[in-house]
Nanobody
Framework: VQLQASGGGLVQAGGSLRLSCAAA????????MGWYRQPPGNEREFVAA????????YLIDSVKGRFTISRDNAKNTVYLQMNSLKTDDTAVYYC??????????????????WGQGTLVTVSS
């Protein structure tokens, strides 16, 4: 599946952004989705995941209570709503997809398709 991420930009600390990731094709609902990020000079890290139905989701501890992952299968799109942004959230954000075996399963690894990345810069 081909993925196109968008929505990044420059925001002040405490602000909000919503990232979108649009998938090409008619089989989006077969895929569990995830978001990763790569801060400057650091390794890529997993951030959030959602099951193919949207019924289950997972966020890493550092973003819980601030970020929300959701999806709209009718629009072939997954979202990452980011609130109360911190300078530590500065990174290139990537969406990712993998086929899911059950509607309720999310995954923290094993992604096989990746979007191109969108840069989020949080200023102090």
């Amino acid at each position: 599946v081909q993925l196109q991420a968008s929505g990044g930009g420059l925001v002040q600390a405490g602000g909000s952004l919503r990232l979108s990731c649009a998938a090409a094709g008619r089989t989006f609902s077969r895929y569990a989705m995830g978001w990763y990020r790569q801060p400057p000079g650091n390794e890529r890290e997993f951030v959030a995941a959602i099951s193919r139905s949207g019924a289950s989701a997972y966020l890493i501890d550092s973003v819980k209570g601030r970020f929300t992952i959701s999806r709209d299968n009718a629009k072939n799109t997954v979202y990452l709503q980011m609130n109360s942004l911190k300078t530590d959230d500065t990174a290139v954000y990537y969406c990712a997809a993998r086929e899911g075996s059950k509607d309720s399963y999310y995954y923290t690894q094993g992604y096989t398709s990746w979007g191109q990345g969108t840069l989020v810069t949080v200023s102090s």
